[in-house]
T-cell receptor, first 112, second 117 residues
Framework: QKEVEQNSGPLSVPEGAIASLNCTYSDRGSQSFFWYRQYSGKSPELIMSIYSNGDKEDGRFTAQLNKASQYVSLLIRDSQPSDSATYLCAVTLSGSARQLTFGSGTQLTVLP | GAVVSQHPSWVICKSGTSVKIECRSLDFQATTMFWYRQFPKQSLMLMATSNEGSKATYEQGVEKDKFLINHASLTLSTLTVTSAHPEDSSFYIC?????????????FGPGTRLTVT
């Protein structure tokens, strides 16, 4: 079992819809969770971080964390074509000295 | 916001030569920086963890004598690819962890595209 798992996609949504990206992790002791966006040919960009159970909203982005289910998600409201990218889930595993472990990423395409 | 720069953004070198890539945290101090490599359409691969003032920690399978890492200050880490070969051609990305906020968020540089001919 991979430590951090994401559906590779591709995930396609129409413009204006809600895109839902999911991530599960295997280490119950994980404390920090991050979502990065990576455009093709570019480096990852941090878009959200979440540390406690519940929802965290920032503009059109909402991160949701459920530690009991070992599940973290990212919702993108009012999706735009410019949101088309690969979204990486990253988790700080316990005992890892706060080193990030990345999922393989979900490729999102927002169709105009 | 936290900014990490990388230089150069792209480099072409001949086989057998060495290339140095710099990674700087511009507006925060970073005790720890990370070096990644990414091949086209593949995931990020962590190569090594760079710790200020001490030796880098390399991931399994990464040759420490080939990929020399120096983290001489709290804002600068360098990666030197020695005796480069065409198979070393890749996208090299550094990241820096902001230890000052307590959130340990990790910010990436823009990457360096290396082509070895």
């Amino acid at each position: 079992q991979k430590e951090v798992e994401q559906n590779s996609g591709p995930l396609s949504v129409p413009e204006g819809a809600i895109a839902s990206l999911n991530c599960t992790y295997s280490d119950r002791g994980s404390q920090s969770f991050f979502w990065y966006r990576q455009y093709s040919g570019k480096s990852p960009e941090l878009i959200m971080s979440i540390y406690s159970n519940g929802d965290k909203e920032d503009g059109r982005f909402t991160a949701q964390l459920n530690k009991a289910s070992q599940y973290v998600s990212l919702l993108i409201r009012d999706s735009q074509p410019s949101d088309s990218a690969t979204y990486l889930c990253a988790v700080t595993l316990s005992g890892s000295a706060r080193q990030l472990t990345f999922g393989s990423g979900t490729q999102l395409t927002v169709l105009p | 916001g936290a900014v990490v720069s990388q230089h150069p953004s792209w480099v072409i070198c001949k086989s057998g030569t060495s290339v140095k890539i710099e990674c700087r945290s511009l507006d925060f101090q970073a005790t720890t920086m990370f070096w990644y490599r990414q091949f086209p359409k593949q995931s990020l691969m962590l190569m090594a963890t760079s710790n200020e003032g001490s030796k880098a920690t390399y991931e399994q399978g990464v040759e420490k004598d080939k990929f020399l890492i120096n983290h001489a200050s709290l804002t600068l880490s360098t990666l030197t690819v020695t005796s480069a070969h065409p198979e070393d051609s890749s996208f090299y990305i550094c990241s820096a962890r902001d230890d000052g906020t307590g959130a340990y968020e990790q910010y990436f540089g823009p990457g360096t595209r290396l082509t070895v001919t």
